[in-house]
């Protein structure tokens, strides 16, 4: 079985968006978040580090992470560029870009924080200084940058500091066997080596994912050299950065939400690159784990605080969850590359889980403010913000949002794939041919979607429509003929393999009642609980609409489809335009719990009128509690 | 304010049980199990291991539990004399007593294990080998057997060694200043000042209580004595039998629960005796720890198999509940003392769940058979055994059975307390004057219930009856004139204060509707769950009444009164006697759960009929599976 990739993404840049949900995303991205962004990094100092003239006696030296966070606003930025020009940011870019490169030394290498705040101390410390993870995101805005406006500025700098680290790095006599205790830099080594074609990165981001973990640790090495003893690292254990043993062998995410993301889009490259089966099983069963059993319903991953990431299967608690918005945006990083291998539709349930409800909900509706954490419940303290010291989120989720358009579509020799409905147009490459798919739909506040499909000539070629996991009943026509046995595939996809002429029209349409979601009873935390969702929507409940009623003593009926309790409304004034599903609940607790341990159940609740909101809109509107999981009874 | 008691339990020996519930259990006691465990005891060792006769080349060496089975087997044995005079029996315990007096060594020493097994090694691991908790159980067997006989046989034998116990140990030079690893001395040095008036046997109790925790640990010293590193102490901390601070410190239920129960009853007497307001607070900061956030609805107690005892605070899981039978008869024990202060319904509530629910589970009906740990379900596998190598539920069960009528009544100078409604008479001594209480009542299976007063002549006293904590609306007549506001009284009792004149009938009525009882949410394994109870009675279903139906499929509808949905019908053929509860639930036509983490939760349900019966009486019919708390939806 081949392991390349069967799929190919068609870029962002040949996808229009024009829906009312993501082009107004897109647009606030780029009008409100981006600037914002620059502006936080220039106010708090990251732009001007690049100037080199921090000196020891000044306060705010340069961070270790500092170099990533312009980095992603770079590449963010870049990405802005592809879809809309402007003068201004690219101005703005070429400026930013100026200053990295007279920052550069003699031998390519390139960091802030270790030119200035401890020079000579390079490489030292790989375990956790963010070395080589700063290097590769400067990396991508390279790639990202050279992309979007053919300037070869930052790629040729950053071509001089991936060489540098090619001499310094690898297994050969002379070379440090080290690798970055925050992956990174394998992805952006892939992403260089395609717009390079210098086969020399990708050997070296092989070497990085392939030494990881290996025996005697790095890790430890390079502490006794610092004269540190190893068994006092603060994490305690190197499957915090998925170090603790070889990635082949990996068989449980742990550690470090993010980082694992990065890595396994990583392996996943590589897998596709080299043909390497066994680094693309390693994904599929890190993939069971993660997914089959510790992703929150919005795609959030990572529950706990301590470690910014894993604990035990099954281990999903709501108020205290940890969900970094950085954590989701890598789910859906990865997916999208597992999903190219074989176009299986539960890696684009993954996506879609993430996109509609994780991940964006890490920035506000103004895109000015911020989730790092996103919780699944709130008592009403946890708010978005401005801007953190460490400012991995803001950049990330707008170098996504983006890049949104790169998802919808894949192309191949004689295939066409749509995995997300979005309204708008894609320009695909099926083989010699092209085609354009234009979609006419509200999706996702309705299942209905309408493509439409233009070449110059009739063409043979398979045509892939995703069934989304959610969905349970669906119609299909082509040019007004209806599909007869409309099953749900067990890939995710109908596939119809025909001789398609211009203008053919093929209406979709997914059945989208609201739904009552509940998760596996291994779930200690949910159990007893239902979520709401509507199509990819997963929904919550906030006290702002709800009468400041205490939400956890919300209970929805049970026994009665959640389609009969709730009814959607589409409010085109409300955050954005959403659709809010209205229903009826009862408010237990007539008595509030106190101390005691059991009573008897009241059987009669208070009904009171419920009024459910998209997850993602939490927070934008005055502050109160907000809950997912709803008590049933 | 003072601390003794204000109540004064009436002794069985002035109780009589004649009801269907409890009359039975005490006769099947003495003519099934006290046998049962006799045979047990001689077959497995345990009665020969008197005779000093086992050498190092013999198998089966006497183990260090085993004369605690025996002792507790002298004492249940002894209460059913007490109450049914039985010539066959008194011989069989005067031979058996016979033995032991013949072991006791010339110092007063009695240990069949260290005389025998480990001869020299006598008092050096107080920590693990169970030395003095064996002593107690000793003590407690020769008081009740003096009690029971007027023989001072067994008596005798325990003062000896108790004095030599009492010369052993203590704060002073040349003394060991230690205490048991397991607590049951404590208590039994009480009931033997007692019998004997020896208060050098109640200031030993309070050293071995107050000396408990303190710095630095005995248990510190005497492993290294060993040489041994008490840090590899093998349950890690001495939580685990409460001494890892002073007693009067604990403010948390920790370690192994039936340690816990007994010292918590050694805490209650020694406060009684002493007038020791901080002891008592202690007690009453454990009973809020443990009956308001760690008490099985059955009256188990001790969540864990690990530590045979308690975890983290509402930690309650269902089917790996170890619920030690030991650990629930500790828990009435423990109760029944703090009743005694003030009369406070709240410890008579925990004594009637453990007596008519978690501790009888811990027996068969025919008596023969017991059950060591009460899971609130199983999948079918859990079934009683004839004996346990560490034997000690099945004279536990026995000697609170063959005592339960003790737990009935108080009495104090111008008081009489009725705590519990058991069909019989009690014969109280109300300061000068007796007063017979006859009760007639078919409790637990209804609630109304009519007392006759007898005396010689009218009398003025204060009269209170129990209101059950289960009971949420009652009425009352005093010689049919009905009390007009009968409120739920916060203490538990209702207290009629009048002359009283022979042949008073005062009539109470507890309704008794079918009731669903929900845990305190913060019990995360009973979520979304109810259980059923009727009166004290807890229920259960059992596969053999329920068609095999998947008993976690079953869910009770909610939003209806559990009295609507379960219909009780008494059932005078079915184990003993019982009533049953008939109702209809619906099975969750659901699939099973795979390996998806979230699914659509599909709302319809197929209606089945369910049949409860008591849990103290499941695993006496076909072996399957058992569930007290049922999903509600």
Chains 1, 2 share one sequence.
Not at 294 to 319: Q, V
Not at 475 to 500: E, K
């Amino acid at each position: 079985m081949p392991v390349t990739r069967r799929l190919t993404p068609v870029p962002f840049t040949r996808v229009t968006v024009e829906d009312d949900f993501w082009a107004p995303r897109i647009e606030t991205n780029r009008t409100a978040t981006i600037p914002a962004e620059y502006m936080m990094c220039e106010s708090s100092g990251r732009i001007a580090a690049w100037d080199l003239t921090w000196s020891p006696s000044d306060p705010n030296p340069p961070h270790i992470f500092w170099d990533s966070d312009v980095a992603k606003w770079i590449e963010a930025a870049s990405y802005t560029l592809m879809t809309h020009p402007d003068s201004q940011l690219d101005a703005l870019l070429d400026n930013a870009i100026a200053k990295i490169a007279r920052a550069q030394q003699p031998d390519g290498y390139l960091n802030t924080h270790y030119i200035q705040v401890e020079p000579g101390k390079r490489w030292t410390n790989l375990r956790d200084c963010h070395e080589l993870y700063c290097a590769g995101h400067l990396i991508e805005a390279a790639v990202a940058h050279y992309q979007a406006t053919g300037k070869r500025t930052l790629l040729d700098v950053l071509c001089r500091y991936a060489d540098h680290i090619d001499r310094t790095f690898g297994r050969e006599p002379g070379k440090l066997p080290g690798y970055c205790g925050h992956e990174e830099i394998e992805l952006a080594l892939v992403r260089l080596f395609h717009v390079t074609g210098e086969r020399r990165y990708l050997d070296l981001a092989r070497y990085f994912v392939d030494e990881r973990g290996q025996q005697p640790y790095y890790f430890d090495l390079e502490a006794r050299a610092r004269g540190e003893d190893p068994a006092n690292f603060w994490a305690k254990t190197y499957a915090y950065m998925q170090a603790h043993i070889p990635v082949r062998k990996q068989a449980e995410v742990t550690g470090h939400a993010v980082r694992a993301m990065y890595l396994y889009s990583a392996m996943a490259d590589l897998a596709n690159e080299t043909g390497d089966t066994q680094l693309l099983s390693a994904c599929e069963r890190l993939w069971d784990d993660l997914c089959l059993k510790r992703m929150y319903l919005t795609g959030g991953i990572g529950p706990s605080a301590s470690n910014e990431g894993f604990t035990t299967p099954y281990d999903l608690p709501d108020e205290t969850a940890y969900a970094e918005t950085c954590a989701a945006v890598g789910l859906v990083f990865w997916n999208h590359r597992m999903l190219q291998f074989e176009g299986n539709g539960k890696y684009a349930d993954v996506m879609e889980r993430a996109l509609y409800n994780g991940t964006i909900s890490g920035v506000s509706m103004d895109g000015r403010s911020f989730f790092y954490v996103n919780p699944l419940a709130s008592k009403g303290n946890h708010h978005r913000k401005g801007w953190f010291d460490c400012a991995c989120c803001p950049p990330n989720i707008a170098r996504m949002i983006a890049g949104i358009g790169g998802y919808i579509y894949s192309e191949g020799e004689h295939d066409a794939w749509v995995h997300f409905y979005v309204q708008g147009e894609g320009r695909l490459q099926v083989g010699d041919l092209p085609v354009r798919i234009c979609q006419v739909t509200r999706y996702p506040w309705d299942g209905e979607v309408r493509l439409t499909l233009d070449m110059t000539a009739p063409a043979t070629f398979r045509l892939h429509l995703r069934i989304p996991g959610w969905c349970q009943q669906y119609q299909l026509w082509v040019n007004d003929f209806p599909m007869a046995d409309c099953q749900i595939p067990a890939d995710g996809y109908v596939h119809i393999s025909r001789q398609w002429v211009p203008g053919d029209v093929i209406r979709l349409n997914l059945e989208m009642p609201v739904q009552y979601v509940e998760a596996n009873p291994s779930v200690s935390q949910t159990l007893g609980r239902v979520a709401l969702q509507r199509g990819p929507i997963v929904y919550c409940l906030e006290s702002v609409d709800n009468e400041q009623l205490p939400l956890d003593g919300i209970i929805v009926r049970g026994g009665v489809p959640a389609s009969e309790m709730f009814m959607p409304e589409y409010r085109p004034d409300l955050l954005g335009g959403v659709i809010v599903l209205h229903g009826t609940g009862g408010l237990a607790g007539e008595q509030p719990w106190g101390n005691e341990l059991y009573r008897n159940k009241t059987a009669q609740y208070k009904p009171v009128r419920l009024t459910a909101v998209p997850y993602y809109a939490w927070d934008n509107r005055a502050p109160g509690e907000m809950r997912v999981w709803l008590r049933i009874g």
